[in-house]
């Protein structure tokens, strides 16, 4: 039983996978903005004062001078001073502050 | 201040204060429960503050119960809390109600009555036309049917030609146009349409009354061609105000003679020049100048008056000139005493006449030899000539 159940599992993981493949294709094909197909997260920023993270994203860590915050498919830690998350909505995250470094990890 | 700001005030803010362990979890729960958070900045470790609209406040204590944290509200900002605060004051809120509903009732009633257009008629005699109707300062605008009171007003000012009758507002504007003179003479007067113009007759026009000449006829100056009666069928005569149009065809002669032998003024280039004295007009200068020369003159003068004389002071300017002799021909002098035709047309027949249709144009030779020529340009011009004459 428990096999039945867990190959049920894997096939609905592998048809969720192949229709994310599909996508990425068709938009790939179209040559449209990665971003839509919703895999991707889109990053603004304005000189060092305003970040905006498009897509997906939840707050990791939170502190006056340091964010990490989890994108789509990366880690991104933000250091700077006086850092203020000033939206924070379904589809995006504002950051705001001097921000001085930015780096990326693979999730 | 930001813009977006002040729009969400509206709504009703409230500064949040929250204290845990798991703030950052906290802040995505609030993301994931569609709470609208923004503002967020760490206060210390463990404690973070934030802005948030005030209906989402509820929400926030599952999330409390989740992470374990304590929220407490901070600031209250935004119309909703400041209208909240006066709501024990129920004297403030009935008045404010009251003073609504006074100023929506009130707009349903007529404050002015605005009169326009009248220079005859007064103000006053309309606002009592009104009055009697029913319609005054004060009269509610419910059930007012302004049809009704243009025929009203119309039926009672008989000088107004045009009545127009609109609510804007709280303001009931009437709009008049008068009759004019002519009109009021025109309304009361029985009379004949006669020509001002003799001429054959090319159309006619009888709107009211009988006509008594025909398409074709000769007629004199003065006369009558639509009279103002109607023969009934038991041949009774009606005395009516006639109107109506008559045209009829005139013919407009331009004669003139032209000699063939033209002179042209050539300038030598030589200038003389003088002064004199002009005292009630008489003019006195200093003449020198050969009497067998031509001259143009031009004079510039200064007034002044003096114990009711007028003395000007001038200065003559005389330009040399000789006579050249030069000669036209035939169609020159045809070509020159057509465009003199057409200014003598637009110049003095035209602006006579009324609803004018020039015909033809046609030019004879009345006498011709060889040093000059007659000339005859004729105009058949189709004009209107009826005019009223009251009896």
Redesign the interface.
Known sequence: MDKKKNKKIFNRINFKKSMNNAKENFIDILNLPKELSGNYSKITMIENNELLIEGET???????NYIKIKCSNIFMQIDGYKL???????IELLVSGSIVNISFQNR | MKLNDEIKNIYGIVEVEVEGFFTERYINLCRINNVSVWDIVTKSNGIIIFKMFAKDFKKLRAINRKTKCKSKILKKKGVYFNYFRYRKRRFVIILVALFLVISIISTKFIWKINVTGNSKISDEQVIDVLRNYGVHIGKCVLGINTRDIVKNLRASLEDATWIGVDIDGVTLDVEIVEKTTAQMEAKYQNGDILTSKAGTISKIVAENGTPISNVGDYIEKDRIVIEGKIYTRTNEILDVEAKGSVFVENEYVFSNTYSYKQFNKKYTGKEKYSIGVDINNKEKYINYLDKSLKYDIIKNSSDIKLFGNTISFCSYKFLIYELEEYYLSKEEIMDMAKSDAKNFLYNDILPNCKDAEVLTEDIEVTYEDEEKISLNVIYKINEEVGYFKGR
């Open positions: 939840s707050v990791v860590d939170y502190y006056d203020k998350i000033e939206e924070l909505s379904n």
